[in-house]
C-alpha cells in the first residue's frame, strides 16, 4: 500500500500565500518593467513631408522664410529643435527651399534684400540667392530640401539625424 503525505494546514497555507502573492506580483510588476522599458522602445521617425502651407503664401522671386518646430524623443527626454527654410518661387510650380543654416558654423542666415544675398551674422558668410556662396567662410552652398505642390500646398522633405 502506498502511503498518502498528509499536509499540515500550517504548509497548506504557506503554499497558497506564496501562491497568491506570485500571481499578485506577477500582475503588478510585469505592467510596471513594460511601463519603464517602453519608451526606450519606441522608434522615432527620421523622415517626413512638412507641410509649408499653399503655395499663394509665396510670392514669385522673393526669399521667403518659413519657420517651424519638431519635438524628438528619446527615451524619457524630449527636445524641440526649431527649423527655418527660406522659400524661393519661380514661375509655375517651379521651388527652391533652402535650410537657412549656414555651411560654416550653423549660424542662422538671413536674407537681405538690398545686398540680394544671405548673410551669416556669425562671419560674415555670403550666399547668393539660389543659395550658392557669394564669399567668406562657408565650405558649400545653402543646403537644399526636396519639395512637392499636392493640391496648391507646398511640402519640404526633412530628414532628422
Partial sequence: MAESAE?????????????????????????????????ALKVQKGE??????????YPIGVPTLFTFTRTQVNG???TTIS?????????????LALNNMCT??????SWKEDAQDYVCPCHDGHFSIDGKVVSGPPPRPLDPYQTKVENG?????LQEG
Fill in 104 to 109: 560654416h558654423l550653423s549660424c542662422r542666415v
Fill in 83 to 95: 527649423y527655418g527654410v527660406y522659400i524661393l518661387r519661380g514661375e509655375g510650380e517651379q521651388i
Fill in 76 to 78: 524619457w527626454e524630449r
Fill in 48 to 57: 517626413d513631408w512638412v507641410s509649408c502651407g499653399p503655395l499663394e503664401n
Fill in 7 to 39: 499536509v499540515s494546514r500550517r504548509d497548506f497555507v504557506t503554499v497558497v500565500v506564496g501562491a497568491v502573492g506570485a500571481v499578485i506580483g506577477l500582475c503588478v510588476g510585469i505592467p510596471a518593467v513594460a511601463y519603464l522599458v517602453s519608451p
Fill in 153 to 157: 500646398e507646398l511640402f519640404i522633405f
